[in-house]
């Protein structure tokens, strides 16, 4: 057997460290009083960190951040837009002829480049020379510069008033009329009758038969 059990009562331990009070364990010297860990001190405590939570600055942020969001809002609408007037500029007031051409006669309105009025052709004879033509010629706005240009239907031939008319050319103002006659030097046939401005351009015209 071993020799653990040979050994006599209080023998079995000989040679290992004898216990103590103040060792971890009961084992190893005791620590001193007054030190840490020893006979009489304090227990032993972790030492914790505590951090006061002040509540009113997360509360004072919110609204500087609210304030500066308004004031964005406020200044960046600008000054608003001066109320500006709109002037609507009178409209003329266009003066629309009614007449109708006398019995036998020819009419038609004239409305061109703010010039309103009607011509009418009251009568025309022919005669070997060419054809002579009683008109009238009325101004109801504008002032109309007039003169007189004959096509002849069948060769398209252009003729211009003779010096014998009496409505040779002119000026008419509004409210006014003229009347005379216009002669073209032509061969007989189916005329278209010309009233121009004093430029030579159309403004309208009648057809005459031959």
Request: net charge neutral.
């Amino acid at each position: 057997m071993s020799d653990l059990f040979d050994r006599a009562p209080g023998q079995r331990y000989y040679g290992r460290p004898t216990p103590t009070d103040g060792a971890p364990g009961g084992w190893g010297p005791a620590s001193p009083p007054g030190v840490p860990g020893g006979p009489g001190a304090a227990p032993h405590k972790t030492p914790e960190r505590y951090r006061a939570t002040t509540w009113w600055l997360p509360v004072l942020a919110g609204l500087v951040a609210l304030g500066v969001v308004v004031g964005l809002l406020w200044f960046g609408r600008g000054e608003p837009p001066a109320a500006t007037t709109t002037t609507t500029a009178p409209v003329p007031t266009v003066v629309e002829p009614s007449r109708t051409p006398p019995p036998g006669g020819l009419g038609i309105e004239i409305e061109s480049r703010g010039i309103v009025g009607y011509w009418e052709i009251t009568s025309y004879t022919w005669d070997a020379a060419g054809v002579t033509i009683n008109a009238r010629l009325y101004v109801d706005q504008g002032t109309l510069r007039f003169t007189w240009l004959a096509l002849d239907n069948a060769s398209s031939w252009q003729f211009g008033a003779s010096r014998s008319s009496s409505l040779f050319s002119g000026t008419i103002e509004a409210g006014e009329q003229l009347s005379g006659t216009i002669r073209f030097d032509k061969n007989r046939g189916d005329t278209l009758v010309i009233l121009a401005d004093s430029r030579g351009i159309q403004i309208t015209a009648l057809t005459v038969l031959g």
